[in-house]
DNA sequence: CCAGACGTTGTT
DNA sequence: GTCTGG
DNA sequence: CCAGACGTTGTT
DNA sequence: GTCTGG
């Protein structure tokens, strides 16, 4: 799954952590703490130069062959075990392959009665990198839009207690295999597994972050009585 | 040949 | 765009 | 992912 | 119940 997430700090970040330069509209992309599908969102994307660009693309991956772009929000997510057959996603998968920056995710918990948030996010407090995939579609007015989703994969063993399903999570050194074209699939197609369990910590949060009109820090802190909201 | 689908999640 | 079903 | 809408006609 | 928007 992955359908909510948070990406914050200086954008410098991420030309730090991913080696890539800032595309001017991304240099502005302010702290967020509840991204979600529709909305532009800063992402990696690898040139055949070898070059990483940060650019804003919208969550929720329209295929060139849509004739609208209502799929958008179906395909915020990819199953991992499938994306070479599936008509929506291998040539995305082929050959635009990219990494989405993620301060941290959101996972909902079903329980009795409803569902509880819970934030996870990175062990080491560095940046998530998840697998991505992008696609350039043209509306038939003639305007291009390029999108993206999030691939996933089985829930490892800590995650397992809220979901069953969980974003692929990057190695920071798997980056480059993930992102390069001279990557042969079979190396690339390694790299869809759940990370180990040591590289997440979570916590329940409010369920404020349920509205996506909600934003702001106080949504990533602990909740002190989630079974009474 | 043309027409129609093409996807994920979670829940039942 | 490309594959499946009819 | 959740929240919120869930319609038609004609006209701009 | 199911789809769309954020």
Redesign the pocket.
Known sequence: ????YALYGPVSRLRERFSANIDELAADFGPRYNA????LLPVVRQRPSGERVVHLLRW?LI?????D???A???????GE??A?????RTAYRSRRCIVPASGF?E?K?IPGG?Q?YYIQPANDELFGFAGLWERWTSPAGTPIDTFTVV?TEANESMRAL???MPVILQPGDDNLWLSRDTTPERFGQLIAPCPDAMLRMHPVS?AV????NEGPQLIDASSDPQSQ
């Open positions: 799954m992955c359908g909510r979600a599908p529709m909305q929720g295929p060139g062959w849509a004739k772009e209502t799929i929000t179906r395909l915020s997510n990819a199953r499938t994306l057959e599936k008509p929506a996603f959101y909902w079903a569902k948030p996933t979901h069953e399903r369920k349920g509205n996506v009109r």
